[in-house]
């Protein structure tokens, strides 16, 4: 037995050589070779052991633990019956199984179909179910509405030192580079491991990692780079558009609530073991030469994992239900007589298990939770890799804290704001922080104003009203509305939430359920009642040729706001830009297009291929939530014994949903999700400015406002 697992682990190793991949024993990584010669049965009898407890691994490790679990076929039930009931509550099921244009060719999932082909399809390990799983959710490209498996998803994270971007040269040439900064980052980031990947090049390269930065790329693993980037935009999920999936390939920035942060971009940072090794067809800088260079895909144990030390700690540590999987009754006693009332919820009910995914930074405290939210999750975790300091922009103005940064160019009339998302330390801080670094600009003469939304995931409603109305003044546009009009889906188990709360409000004494009408505004933006059934009587649509309901049309949820604004608008709106790489989503998105469809903003997309089309946002969606939320809600309306309520996940699972969908401006009765948002600039990317944001702003201000 021990000799015939030996054999299966050298016939591997073997295969690895021919293959030329970082697994190969000539270019085995460390802690590779010393598992190799410590323990052969041991690793055999329990892949887990292999990497338990080290930071460090080889990708094919990882997946010989994931894959080495059956799947559960309880479990795999459970999975499926909470994503089905959950999505009752997605608006947007019926929408995406076909997507009007521009979208048509990109969202076509019907993903209730799928949900049931998973039901009876076997699997050879849980891993490859949910990887299916995952994927299925991500073919909707919808941020919003994705599943997440902390059994797996970013548990250890696959990682290149050579992130890709894509260039423009003087005569208008586009290709793809490695970073120019790439050196830089791997040897600031990946300090313990760099050395792995000098002595994993071959020749006279080894040890000659700083020379790939800024090389060009023509080729990956043997064909043209943009099948690799297709291939990868195919399977990402998160934004409607092409351009967009496309950018998420490539290395980018965001200013972040600890400073300004990198991202490495999804073909240097993956959330699962997909890939051992990459090889690169390359012509370095100041070279005629072209040269072939393999480099191994290192996995890192991610910070959104606990650690273990071999296969049942990995899958107990991991992989089953929390005490933040599954929603709370916001009012059980659980120790006490005392109800769990809002100002005690911290430290009554569990941190949301959605935040680790989010992208944006989320505070949970009972107080922030009152705001509504609109963020993108993503399978991988926003990082704080740090933007290299000479790429950091300097003399941040007053008013600069956590994801706000505030700079006047050199032009003396031109401001930045750079907004790394729509929340932060808090609701507050936030609303309070734009607004003084806005005067502050104006007043030291600023006549325009850029607003670089790199990378931003969303976060509070209210915030993106809030800046719209400031920056524009108060209008027709603004006041009361400076959003947009929504609807939730209305579906028998909402129904049934709402009816509850309306026959009896003491369920929700602190108003925190999302379904209670005091929450909300008529379309007409005044505040309904107490006891009012909203959900009554549905609004019925056909959407691709299926029956569904809605809400009726809601209206503002954020004015008053909690300080007042401006008596004028701060910036004459025909002389503001948004910028970014098109990765601005959720709130983000709701704020970018009224400004940009209303108020006549300019929008520029950095970076992206010439021959695609543009969007300067996506993932619109109105207001987004999670399943532990929907459970919350369920729980402590008293239906969860309701046949149509799900059940508590038993897996460390998240389910993401767009609770309320937006109407749109140029169609107002049809939703925006799904509506145009082509960029007015497709801004190119040279050497000289890449992945420098004070750079990028001073070529805006220059050539586009």
């Known amino acids: 037995m021990i000799a015939g697992r030996f054999l299966t682990l050298l016939s591997a190793v073997l295969a690895s050589v021919r293959l030329g991949s970082a697994d190969a024993t000539s270019s085995l990584p460390r802690d590779v070779t010393s598992g190799l010669s410590r323990d052969v049965e041991e690793r055999a009898a329990d892949p887990c052991a ?6 460090w691994v080889s990708p094919s490790d990882v997946r010989a633990c994931y894959q080495s679990f059956p799947v559960n076929e309880t479990e795999k039930a459970n999975i499926i019956e909470v994503v089905n009931k959950t999505l009752a509550f997605h608006t947007s099921v019926n929408y995406e199984k076909l997507a009007p244009p521009p979208f048509t060719l990109d ?20 891993y490859d179910l949910h990887i299916d799983l995952s994927r299925t959710l991500k073919r909707l490209d919808d941020g919003h509405c994705v599943y997440i498996n902390y059994c797996y998803d970013s548990l250890f994270v696959n990682y290149l030192p050579t992130p890709l971007v894509l260039l423009t040269d003087d005569a208008g040439h586009q290709s793809v580079h490695i970073a120019p900064e790439a050196f830089t980052v791997a040897t600031a980031e990946f300090a313990d491991e760099v050395q792995t990947w000098q002595d994993a090049l071959p020749g006279a390269l080894k040890g000659q990692l700083a020379s790939l930065s800024g090389a060009k790329v023509l080729a990956i693993n043997g064909q043209d780079p943009w099948i690799a980037v297709d291939a990868n935009a195919a399977i990402a999920g998160s934004f409607q558009g092409l351009g967009t999936r496309q950018n998420g390939y490539f290395a980018s920035y965001n200013a972040g609530a600890g400073g300004w942060t990198y991202s490495l971009g999804q073909f240097a940072q993956q959330s699962l073991p997909l890939s051992d090794s990459v090889r690169l067809t390359i012509q370095r800088v100041n070279s005629t030469k072209i040269e072939t260079v393999s480099l191994p ?6 910070t959104t994992g606990t650690n273990f030390t071999d296969s049942a700690s990995y899958r107990a540590n991991n992989c089953v239900a929390g005490d933040s999987t599954n929603g709370v009754d916001y ?8 109800p769990v009332r809002r100002e005690d919820a911290p430290s009554t009910a569990a941190v949301n298990p959605a935040n680790k995914f989010r992208q944006a930074p989320m505070p ?6 009152r705001y509504p939210m609109n963020v993108m999750l993503d399978s991988a975790p926003q990082l704080d890799i740090a933007l290299p300091p000479t790429l950091v922009p300097t003399d941040p103005q007053p008013g600069s804290a956590s994801v706000v940064q505030f700079y ?4 003396g009339k031109t401001g930045v704001l750079a907004l790394g998302s729509f929340s932060g330390d808090s ?4 609303e309070t922080n734009l607004l003084t670094g806005l005067q502050g600009l104006k007043a030291k003469g600023a006549t325009q104003l850029i607003v670089d939304v790199s990378n931003n995931g969303g976060g509070y409603i209210c915030i993106a009203h809030w800046l719209h109305r400031i920056i524009a003044g108060p209008k027709s546009t603004t006041v009361p509305q400076a959003g947009l009009d929504t609807q939730t889906r209305d579906g028998p188990l909402a129904q049934l939430i709402v009816k509850a709360i309306a026959a009896d409000p003491s369920l929700d004494p602190d108003e925190f359920l999302l379904y209670n009408p005091v929450a909300w505004t008529f379309a007409n933006d005044t505040k309904m009642p107490a006891g009012y059934d909203w959900l009554q009587p549905p609004v019925k649509k056909t959407v691709n040729g299926v029956a569904d309901a809605f809400s009726q049309r809601l209206g503002q949820e954020c004015q008053p706001f909690d300080i007042d604004a401006p008596a004028e608008a701060l910036f004459d709106t025909s002389k503001v830009a948004i910028v970014g790489n098109g990765r601005c989503a959720s709130s983000c ?14 929008t520029v997309v950095y970076g992206g291929k010439r021959d695609v089309p543009q969007q300067y946002c996506g993932t619109v969606g109105g207001q987004s939530t999670d399943f532990s939320t929907i459970d919350s809600e369920v729980k402590t309306t008293h239906l969860k014994n309701n046949s149509l309520a799900p059940p508590d996940f038993l897996t460390n699972s998240v389910q993401g949903i767009t609770w309320r969908l937006g109407f749109g401006i140029d169609n107002k009765n049809e939703p925006e999700e799904w509506q145009n948002h082509p960029a007015d600039v497709n801004l190119a990317l040279t050497a000289d400015i890449v992945s420098n944001p004070a750079a990028i702003w001073k070529k805006v201000a220059e050539t586009v406002l």
């Open 408 to 411: 006047l160019l050199d032009d």
């Open 331 to 338: 009012y059980a006693e659980p120790s006490s007589t005392t």
């Open 364 to 369: 949970d405290t009972a107080t922030q939770r």
């Open 589 to 602: 998105s709701l704020f970018s297009i009224t400004l940009a469809k209303e108020e006549g903003a300019k």
């Open 107 to 126: 969202v076509h999932e019907d993903l209730l179909r799928d949900l049931a082909r998973i039901q009876h399809q076997k699997y050879a390990s849980d």
């Open 297 to 302: 895909y290192r996995s890192r144990f991610g």
């Open 427 to 430: 609701f507050e801080n936030l």
């Open 50 to 55: 292999t990497i338990g407890g080290k930071t």
